[in-house]
C-alpha cells in the first residue's frame, strides 16, 4: 500500500472542535494548529521570511512599503515548504498603517500566516474556503 501523503493526513484531520469565531470570522488558534501538526510531525520547521532591517538598524520579521505591512511565513514538513504572506490587520481586518504597526501587531499576523501556510499543507483548509471572495460578494 502506498503511503498517504502529508497532505492527505493533514487534510483528514477534524479540527471543527478547535475552530473559534471573533469578529465573524473563523479562525484556527495557532497553538492548535501547531500541536495537530506536531502529534505526527515532530520536525515540522516554521521560518519567518526574511528577517528585515528598519532605518534604525533594527531587525524586525515584518515587510512595508511606507503605506502597510504584511509578514511572509514558511512551514516546513518533511522537506516541503509551504508559504504564505499576509497583510497586518487591525482587530477589524484592515491594514494597519506603517508607520502605526508594533511587533505585537506584526507578531500576530505572523502567527495567523503561519496557520494558513499550515493550511497549506492541509490542515483545516476548509477553514478557508470562500477567504478569496470578494468583498461584496
Known sequence: MADVSIFTKLNGIDVSSKVKTKNGLTYLSWSSAVAEVKKLYPDMEIKIYPHVMDQFGNTRFWHDDGKTGWVEVGVTINGKEEREVLAIMDFKNKAIPA??????????????????????????????????????V
Open 99 to 136: 508607520d502605526s504597526i508594533t511587533s505585537t501587531d506584526a507578531n500576530k499576523a505572523m502567527k495567523r500566516c503561519m496557520v494558513k501556510a499550515i493550511a497549506l499543507h492541509g490542515l483545516g483548509l476548509y477553514v478557508y474556503y470562500g477567504d478569496d471572495l470578494p468583498e461584496d
